[in-house]
């Protein structure tokens, strides 16, 4: 049993994508990575949450393909559209590279039909949709609140960039992350309808079994790029996360990659601790 | 053209790069006694210059492969089954189930993995294989390159029944585990060599040859096509980029059609029809 369909229909990923490196922006550990492509289509549509595999030669060396983030994408009829990827600095991107996309890839995180407000919680690297999600939702109207953990204060994502469009933004050690969320749920002042979260598995889970357990909505990217990624498009099965009734091999399979990333917390919350 | 079972756990996924009318679906490793629904869980363990060090997919129960045949049928592609057993009854059992399965005419061939068989495992799983086969059915017998022996291996595979020889290049790290990656394509073209040299010499009776491992790129596919091979296997290389299969594919089939290539390919031109099986 595997738990459902491809997020990415048919033919939205088929084609490898041209882009070119067009600005390289430094913000802490990250440089904010500004690609321009060709075609408006099917970026307009993308959504925090989804993806892009950089496809390599491993006749060159290297034999497993980059995976990111999309960060943010802007499009105006003068500048044509550009796609924002958070890098880590030592990968030493330069304006001028020219790259081969696959993408945007898989589901991303659906907005609250209704202004609500909303809590995202994300650890280090990895919390990057929860930047572009932030300003999308602030622009929905929906009051927005972040908590993010990093094991080093260095570690934090672009803490500018996200106090600039949430209301509050509360910072934790890993090991306080629980407490600090459930304070957070339980706050009458922040109340969230909807939880967010991109962080590792046992984060995941964590605020899954949290939120819910509270009756709020839980939705997560269950995919995490801070760990080895081996091809981010649903071949591999390295990203495998067994759901449903338990036992090894016998339950239901999500593959986030392919049927995800994003999917609803009531996931995590029934499969095994891995 | 083929796709490699470990590498490849979900065809399906890989259909979202292109049209695989004319690239089987693999699908498995199926073993008789898994529980598993999915093949999954790849674990690398370590990459380094042209590889990275991992362990074998594990293998999946009957059901999963029954689910892709459905898959396939629904939308006219074919299967390849890659096939495990500890026994020959395992595996006569696995196919046993699979050819009385609604979908069985997209069965187009089975990769039996014989990779830590000697010459007699060798012959009596192939020919256990054969016997519970349908008459005509593909069969490629799956050969680690880097065992003693290659051409005895051979031997007994096509006399067991085997219509293909897939030469897996992979370096065996420990039971289980595996060196993949564009680093090995010396390795597959070594015993490629032997193959060829072998049949020309009659010192077994030749058959297609599969090259599977150390095809990252429409050159490496060029030069396998070149020293022999009939077709090749891609497997990993797809991680790094799936849209690779069809590259590669094209430059195979144009290698394969080119006037001035008259490689002593080791037998004919193994059947890459795209049409189903007859019943
Ligand atoms: S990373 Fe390969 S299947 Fe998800």
Redesign the interface.
């Known amino acids: ?2 738990t459902g369909q ?1 997020a ?9 994508r041209a882009a070119t490196v067009t600005a390289v922006r430094a913000a802490g550990a990250h440089d904010v990575v500004s690609l321009r492509v060709p075609d408006a289509e099917p970026w307009g549509r993308c959504r925090p949450g989804q993806f892009v595999v950089v ?5 060159a ?5 980059e995976v990111h983030w999309v960060a943010g994408v802007h499009g105006d009829p003068v500048h044509g559209t550009t796609v924002e990827l958070l890098l880590p600095v030592d990968r030493g991107t330069e304006p001028g590279e020219e790259w081969r996309l ?1 993408g945007p890839m898989g589901r991303g995180f659906a907005p609250p039909a209704q202004p609500v407000p909303v809590l995202l919680v994300g650890h280090e690297g990895g919390a990057v949709p929860l930047r572009w999600l932030a300003e999308q939702l602030r622009d929905r109207g929906c009051p927005v609140h972040v908590l993010l953990s990093a094991s080093d204060p260095e570690l934090h994502l672009d803490l500018v960039h996200l106090r600039r469009y949430a209301r509050s933004v509360v910072l934790a050690l890993p090991e306080d992350l629980p407490a600090a969320l459930e304070r957070l749920l339980d706050d009458p002042a922040v109340d969230p309808a909807v939880v967010y979260a991109a962080a590792p598995r046992p984060v995941l889970r964590e605020v899954a079994v949290a939120g819910l357990g509270r009756q709020r909505v839980v939705r997560v990217a269950a995919l995490d790029l801070e760990a ?1 990624v ?2 981010g ?6 990203c ?1 996360l067994e759901v449903g009734d338990g ?4 339950g ?2 999500l ?1 986030p990659c ?1 049927e995800g990333p994003v999917v609803p917390g009531e996931l995590l919350v029934d499969g095994p601790t891995r | 053209m083929w796709l490699g079972a470990g590498a490849v756990t979900d065809p399906r996924a890989l259909a979202r790069f292109g049209p695989l009318l004319d690239v089987p679906l693999v699908a498995g490793p199926v073993e008789a006694g898994s529980r598993r629904t999915r093949v999954g869980r790849t674990v690398v363990h370590g990459l380094g210059v042209g590889g990275l060090d991992h362990e074998d997919a594990r293998s999946v129960r009957a059901s999963a492969v029954e689910d892709v045949m459905a898959w396939a049928a629904a939308r006219g592609l074919t299967v390849c089954v890659a096939l495990r057993g500890r026994t020959t009854g395992d595996l006569a059992a696995v196919l046993d189930r699979l050819r009385r399965h609604a979908d069985a005419d997209v069965l187009q061939a089975v990769e039996v993995d014989l990779r830590a068989a000697d010459e007699q495992e060798v012959l009596r799983s192939m020919s256990r294989v054969r016997e519970a086969s349908p008459r005509g059915q593909h069969l490629l017998a799956r050969l680690s390159v880097a065992g003693p022996d290659l051409v005895g291996r051979a031997r007994s595979a096509v006399a067991g029944g085997a219509t293909a020889v897939v030469l897996a290049a992979q370096v065996p790290l420990a039971p289980g585990r595996w060196w993949s990656g564009p680093s090995t394509a010396a390795l597959g073209l070594s015993g490629l060599r032997q193959l060829v040299e072998a049949a020309r010499e009659q010192r077994w009776p030749g058959a297609p040859l599969v090259i599977a491992g150390g095809i990252h790129s429409e050159e490496s596919a060029r030069v396998a096509v070149r020293e022999g091979a009939a077709a090749v296997q891609l497997g990993t290389g797809l991680w790094a980029d799936p849209t690779l299969l069809w590259r590669v594919r094209d430059a195979v089939l144009e290698e394969l059609s080119a006037p001035t290539a008259t490689p002593a390919r080791a037998g004919r031109a193994p059947h890459t029809r795209t049409t189903r099986r007859e019943p």
């Not at chain 1, 060396?61 to 393909?65: A, H, K, N, T």
């Open positions: 049993m595997t491809a990415t229909p048919p033919g939205a990923a088929a084609r490898a496809p390599v030669g491993p006749g060396g290297s034999v497993l393909p696959l080895p081996v091809c498009t649903g071949l591999c099965g390295s495998d036992a090894e091999g016998s239901g399979v593959r392919l």
